[in-house]
């Protein structure tokens, strides 16, 4: 069994029935309309929810460790955004979906020891945010950059032509690449990097079906180019039964070492973004512990009326 540290912050629910890759935009008459159906997804009407929290803390609280050592590191984003975010901005106001993510994490001080794990994230939404509320939000490249160090590189991939204009003036930097690349393929051309120690955050819109399968495939190349990079991968969840299958198809691939961590604000549906998981292969062997610290705050803090629900638990050791 491997699952070792199953834990949920209150009992169990059974979720409705789906299929996760149908994933319906959330708000499809406001996105740009574009040809390519990947492009029609603009992160703005989201940026600063309930799953940018969650995924950026990790990836802080993994940034974090990779600073630990002198040696560099090299951050690859696949699906990078436009790098910060304009709450006021007609986008965010249009949906407020940060004011239940970013902006009741501000609202709610955490204990002392788990002030100490976000503060890393803190500090970067608090430069963002400025003086001005609600400010900008930092997507995952801004996070990245200010918590990376001279040594360090980054490559950021973005198809979306307007986001991947923003995001180069964003992230303007002599250690940064920008590059409009699928993100999907960069797995293959840019592994491994010189440096070899880092990470590889891979962040789809799923808004098109595949990228579940996408991410399998991928994982296993790879792997097999980088065996010790660190990778996360962040999926929606909208149907317990197939998030299940999904984790049993990763946890059989053979590859050692892969953290799952669920977060639930609401009831999973089928038709609403309610849930979210991040699968970290080889997560920093601190993660687990920070992740034990983080998780009943995060649930606490951005669930609804008491719903939130988190579970930790390894697919494979
Ligand atoms: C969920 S958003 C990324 C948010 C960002 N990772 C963050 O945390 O701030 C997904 C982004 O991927 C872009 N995208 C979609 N398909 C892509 C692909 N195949 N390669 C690279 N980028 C892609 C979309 O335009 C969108 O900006």
Same mark, same amino acid.
């Given at each position: 069994?491997?699952?070792? @540290?199953?834990?949920? $912050?209150?009992?169990?629910?059974?979720?409705?029935?789906?299929?996760?890759?149908?994933?319906?935009?959330?708000?499809?008459?406001?996105?740009?309309?574009?040809?390519?159906?990947?492009?029609?997804?603009?992160?703005?009407?989201?940026?600063?929810?309930?799953?940018?929290?969650?995924?950026?803390?990790?990836? @802080? *609280?993994?940034?974090?460790?990779?600073?630990?050592?002198?040696?560099?590191?090299?951050?690859?984003? /696949?699906?990078?955004?436009?790098?910060?975010?304009?709450?006021?901005?007609?986008?965010?106001?249009?949906?407020?979906?940060?004011?239940?993510?970013?902006?009741?994490?501000? @609202?709610?001080?955490?204990?002392?020891? /788990?002030?100490?794990?976000?503060?890393?994230?803190?500090?970067?939404?608090?430069?963002?945010?400025?003086?001005?509320? %609600?400010?900008?939000?930092? #997507?995952? %490249?801004?996070?990245?950059?200010?918590?990376?160090? %001279?040594?360090?590189?980054?490559?950021?991939?973005?198809?979306?032509?307007?986001?991947?204009?923003?995001?180069?003036?964003?992230?303007?930097? *002599?250690?940064?690449?920008? &590059?409009?690349?699928?993100?999907?393929?960069?797995?293959? $051309?840019?592994?491994?990097?010189?440096?070899?120690?880092?990470?590889?955050? !891979?962040?789809?819109?799923?808004?098109?079906? #595949?990228?579940?399968? *996408?991410?399998?495939? #991928?994982?296993?190349?790879?792997?097999?180019?980088?065996?010790? #990079? !660190?990778?996360?991968?962040?999926?929606? =969840?909208?149907?317990?039964?197939?998030? +299940? $299958?999904?984790?049993?198809?990763?946890?059989?691939?053979?590859?050692?070492?892969? &953290?799952?961590? +669920?977060?639930?604000?609401?009831?999973?549906?089928?038709?609403?973004?309610?849930?979210?998981? !991040?699968?970290? =292969?080889?997560?920093?062997?601190?993660?687990?512990?920070? &992740?034990?610290?983080?998780?009943?705050?995060?649930?606490?803090? &951005?669930?609804?009326?008491?719903?939130?629900?988190?579970?930790?638990?390894?697919? @494979?050791?």
């Amino acid at each position: 069994m491997p699952h070792t @540290a199953r834990r949920h $912050a209150a009992g169990t629910r059974r979720l409705s029935e789906h299929d996760p890759e149908r994933w319906e935009p959330a708000f499809g008459k406001d996105h740009a309309q574009t040809k390519n159906p990947t492009l029609n997804y603009r992160h703005a009407f989201h940026a600063g929810n309930f799953a940018d929290v969650f995924k950026h803390v990790l990836l @802080a *609280r993994v940034l974090m460790h990779l600073r630990a050592k002198e040696a560099a590191f090299r951050v690859i984003d /696949t699906h990078a955004g436009a790098g910060r975010y304009d709450l006021s901005a007609s986008e965010a106001a249009r949906t407020g979906e940060w004011r239940h993510g970013i902006g009741r994490l501000l @609202a709610s001080p955490p204990d002392r020891e /788990t002030l100490e794990l976000l503060k890393p994230y803190l500090d970067c939404v608090r430069t963002e945010r400025g003086a001005n509320e %609600p400010g900008f939000y930092p #997507g995952s %490249p801004a996070i990245a950059l200010a918590l990376s160090r %001279p040594q360090d590189r980054l490559i950021f991939c973005e198809l979306q032509p307007d986001d991947r204009q923003t995001l180069a003036t964003t992230v303007d930097d *002599r250690r940064v690449k920008v &590059l409009e690349s699928d993100g999907w393929a960069v797995l293959k $051309a840019q592994l491994p990097p010189p440096e070899r120690r880092g990470l590889v955050f !891979i962040d789809p819109p799923f808004e098109e079906p #595949g990228e579940f399968q *996408r991410f399998e495939q #991928g994982l296993v190349d790879a792997i097999r180019r980088w065996a010790t #990079g !660190i990778f996360m991968f962040w999926h929606p =969840v909208k149907d317990a039964h197939e998030t +299940e $299958a999904f984790s049993r198809r990763i946890a059989r691939l053979g590859i050692p070492k892969i &953290l799952r961590v +669920e977060l639930a604000v609401r009831p999973v549906r089928a038709d609403a973004l309610n849930a979210c998981a !991040i699968l970290t =292969v080889n997560p920093p062997w601190t993660l687990e512990a920070e &992740l034990a610290r983080l998780m009943p705050y995060l649930a606490r803090v &951005l669930g609804d009326d008491n719903a939130g629900r988190y579970r930790i638990d390894w697919l @494979a050791r």
